[in-house]
């Protein structure tokens, strides 16, 4: 295994993410940890293409986990319901790359407890945005290999030993 600039990309985005939501006494930074990991891409183009569907999914999470919470509670049973319903969905919408984080959205926000279910969701969500936004930062700063260059490079170099 080669260690190379995604693999410090993906501990500096945990880090940007766990290190805002502390700074923001955000009540549960892990869940912003969780997202970062989810959302590192290689290159900046492929992390907006993908914050834009991040965001979809955590958006389709946080509704349905929402909805259900208030129709029927937090049963087991409904969390595997809201499950099917978010993967069916994400399917449906060519999102299937970030079901994952749909899920982690739904599941985490249905483990609410009853008291302020609202405010403790809202906050919930906007951690996991948050780790979502700290990956994006991390793909901006440091930027990826240049592939071109690199492949330029190596051509030239085969040419010289042909």
């Excluded at 930074?29 to 993908?50: D, E, M, Q």
């Excluded at 990826?144 to 330029?152: L, R, S, T």
């Amino acid at each position: 295994m080669r260690v190379g600039a995604r693999i410090f990309k993906t501990g500096i985005a945990i880090t940007l993410a766990l290190f805002i939501a502390k700074l923001l006494n955000m009540p549960s930074p892990v869940f912003a940890g969780i997202a970062a990991t989810f959302a590192i891409k290689p290159t900046i183009y492929r992390s907006y293409l993908s914050i834009i569907e991040q965001v979809q999914g955590n958006v389709i999470g946080a509704i349905i986990a929402v909805i259900l919470f208030m129709a029927f509670g937090n049963h087991l049973i409904i969390v595997g319901f809201g499950a099917i319903i978010i993967i069916i969905l994400m399917l449906k919408l060519k999102l299937e790359n970030n079901v994952s984080l749909a899920l982690v959205t739904m599941i985490v926000i249905m483990e609410t407890p009853g008291e302020n279910f609202l405010q403790v969701a809202g906050i919930r969500f906007s951690t996991l945005f948050l780790g979502i936004m700290s990956s994006f930062i991390v793909n901006l700063i440091f930027l990826p290999p240049k592939y071109e260059k690199n492949y330029m490079f190596e051509l030239h170099m085969l040419r010289k030993t042909c």
